[in-house]
């Protein structure tokens, strides 16, 4: 595999030249005065050597060697617990945590580009921080004072880890179905008992503690979804001055047995009685989950775009060097035994797609973290709630968009490698492995198209669908040579909106039928609308540097052959329900 090369140039293209989120920051009060572009590209370079130097070179052989189970506890594969200690003391686990806490308090659209460089290095490890940082997060904003101040610095240092606990067998996208329960124990504690499958991060060696963030239901709970209670469950007991205590009463039975992120551990965890604390107000656990939901689920997308990146970046290196035939217009190579591969039309395709799709996506992930920003920090209430809206609408097209595409652009670059992508020597295979978790775990594919299509927009009656499409046609008239394709495809997605809340008011089969196609036209759309944006500023500066000319060209490439796709996948949602109604379930 060639070696990972952070994308640092195009990363301050997007924070600094797209996204302006230097002024940003300058203008939100939390901010202003303590972070700067000049800052920014300083936490990058420094994210940037530690993710080439510490963590991809374990990406490989974390893969190989996988997580053990003892029954003593959980061993990470050799080199993961002095990397974590790296990652910790650098204070990257808190890098976006309260400072009031000890966290760095960086913004979502910094802390988004240091995920893209951590998953691209190395996907299966950067889960264990990421985890934490899920687990923080939502500690800040439902645990009472004494739990943050017991838990909160020690998570954002990375002297303990966090894991999210709410898969059992029986409940997996239905939350509803939760059977672990958790019994008053007297003191104000809790005895939780049963089980969670699934469950990364749940037991390693990376840390003395595991901090546990579990679902769970009190004896009094009303039947379904309303009836779940969220718990704090360590793994060793903490004493009042925070130091370990006894052992609680949870254990992991068995690693499961996956497709790929090895080096992860995903555990099937006991509870035996363990104590716990509740968090947040009783029967209100996954409202509190929903809290960090729109972070955890753009950190998903990123995983998606980081594995794309990383397949990219081999693929590009590979092409210009694998000799194989002429090309058809006549060598380009003819002192070679034969030209190098790069030089094939159909190579030319699957490189720019994958270049485009990549480019796009972190566009497109920054944009939806500079609103997560604003949505939290900004000082007046109509920016806040603009943000918001945006970042509600945008989260599920963020979550499966941006890693349904990592998944194929994963492929293409195993395929740009032929056979040698299959085999295990170039890393591709790898790739392909562990990117396809993204498009399953924090709520499926299928789950986010539903909830852009039926909650976001038919439930909404559109009016989060008509802000956002206001915004992007404001720029219509900036978008030169772009101007009329962005508009058609603006024009096809209002219709198919419009078309969309018509028929899933009166059929809500409907709503399922169409969401998936609803979502890939409404992600190709949006690229579009960044990618014109893109493509206005590189034009202006076209003859500085050979970064922009390539942006343009990348630019023209996306109209010309990936936008048209909507075109097929809109005619396909407009077949509506009844294809998938009329074969009788006895034929499925
Ligand atoms: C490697 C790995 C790591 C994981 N890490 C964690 C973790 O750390 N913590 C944790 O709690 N969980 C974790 N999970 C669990 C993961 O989040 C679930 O697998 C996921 O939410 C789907 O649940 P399920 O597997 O039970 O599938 P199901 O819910 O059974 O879904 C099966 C299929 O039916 C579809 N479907 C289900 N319900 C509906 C519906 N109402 N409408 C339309 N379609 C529907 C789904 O989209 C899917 O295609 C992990 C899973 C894996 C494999």
Known sequence: MADYQAPLRDMRFVLEELLDVPAQWAALPRLAGSLDADT??????????????????????????????????????????????????????????????????MPKALAAQVEELLNAANLSFALYPMLSAGAALTLAAHADATLRALYLPRLYRGEWAGAMCLTEPQAGTDLGLIR?????DGDGSYRIFGGKIFITGGEHDLTPNIVHLLLARLPDAPPGSKGVSLFLVPKFLVEADGSLGARNAMSCGALEHKMGIK????????????????????????????????????GVGIQGLAAGERSWQNARAYARERLQGRAPGGAVAPGLSADPIVAQPDVRRMLLTMRALTEGGRAFSSY????????????????RAAAEARVALLTPVAKAFLTDLGLEVCVLGQQVFGGHGYIREWGQEQLVRDVRITQIYEGTNGIQALDLAGRKLVADGGALYRAFAAEMRADLDTAGEFAAPLAAALDNLDALSDWLIERGRRD?????????????????????????????????????????????????????????????????????????????????
């Open 263 to 298: 080096a992860a551990s995903t555990c099937v965890m006991h509870y035996d009685g363990a104590r716990g604390w509740l968090v947040g107000a009783p029967h209100q656990g996954l409202a509190a989950m929903f809290t960090m939901m729109n972070y955890e689920r753009l």
């Open 180 to 184: 672990t329960r958790a019994e008053p």
């Open 368 to 383: 939806v973290a500079s609103q997560l920003d604003l949505a939290r920090d900004a000082p007046q209430p109509d920016l």
């Open 40 to 105: 920014a590209r300083a936490v990058l370079e420094e994210a940037a050597r530690l993710c080439a130097q510490r963590l991809a070179p374990l990406n490989r052989s974390g893969d190989e060697e996988g997580c053990q189970w003892r029954a003593e506890g959980v061993a990470t594969p050799a080199g993961f617990a002095a990397a974590w200690r790296a990652w910790a003391e650098g204070g990257w686990v808190g890098l976006s945590g309260e400072a009031e806490h000890g966290g760095l308090g």
């Open 508 to 588: 809500p089969r409907e709503i399922g039928a169409a969401s998936v196609e609803y979502l890939q036209v409404f992600g190709y759309t949006v690229y579009a609308w960044l990618w014109a944006r893109m493509a206005r500023l590189a034009l202006a500066r076209e003859a500085q540097e050979v970064f922009y000319a390539e942006k343009l060209a990348t630019a023209r490439f996306y109209f010309a052959r990936l936008l048209p796709r909507i075109h097929a996948l809109s005619a396909a949602l407009r077949s509506g329900s009844a294809v998938l109604y009329d074969v009788p379930e006895s034929l499925l």
